[in-house]
């Protein structure tokens, strides 16, 4: 079965272009394409898409349409996985994409869109429940947090970065204890121990972990 898609993108040529390069993959099915924000929330509630692939900023307000559908979509659409396209390349919308957890979400540069096979890529992959961050969101994130005496990953034990594995894989800390044969109070003290390691402490509960991971993901290349 190929993989249903809502198109969102306030821009024409961009909008058909998109859609022309995916109609020559056999498992992508464009089954809607829409301008702006109203028009997204009621083709996806139509078409019930696998995957929705949507620009960050449309109309009304062309702020951050993408990522307020994408919060939305958790509750009236759980199973749509969401792949948002943007020129912004600032962390803050790949953690406020992510805020809720990783599974079937994608952040992308819209310059990727012209490496076709990349674009496919994430597409499959969000839909199948994994995540895809733009290298340079993750570049990004790492810098502000390196140190000069090398990656902040660094400074983990062995058990903390098997910790940090298990997050980056979407796991709760129940799953994470279940794997790993630990208590959740052991697993709690193991988090706390990653987030004053990388530096994250003073975050909020959420974006530390996801900055955690993102800072994970980049130092061992997944």
Do not use: W
């Amino acid at each position: 079965m190929p993989i249903r898609v809502v198109l969102a993108e306030d821009d024409f040529l961009i909008r058909e272009g998109v859609k022309e390069l995916l109609a020559a993959e056999s498992d992508v099915d464009v089954v809607a394409t829409c301008s702006d924000f109203d028009s997204l929330l009621e083709a996806v509630e139509r078409e019930k898409p696998d995957v929705v692939l949507t620009d960050i900023r449309m109309p009304p307000t062309k702020t951050d349409e993408g990522v307020r559908a994408a919060e939305r979509f958790r509750e009236t659409a759980p199973d749509a996985a969401v792949l948002v396209l943007s020129q912004y390349d600032e962390p803050e919308y790949a953690l406020a994409l992510l805020e809720g957890g990783a599974r079937g979400r994608g952040y992308l540069l819209k310059q990727r869109v012209a490496d076709l096979d990349q674009l496919v890529g994430a597409i499959r992959e969000v839909a199948r429940g994994g995540s895809v961050i733009d290298p340079r969101i993750v570049e990004g994130l790492v810098a502000a947090r390196s140190r000069a005496e090398g990656s902040p990953v660094d400074r983990l034990t062995d058990r903390e970065r098997e910790v940090l594995g298990e997050m980056a894989q979407g796991k709760n800390n129940a799953a994470i204890a279940g794997g790993l044969v630990l208590t959740e109070r052991a697993i709690e003290r193991h988090i706390n121990a990653i987030f004053s390691k990388l530096d994250l402490s003073a975050e909020k509960d959420v974006h530390r972990r996801v900055k955690a991971v993102l800072m994970f993901l980049s130092e061992t290349g997944s």
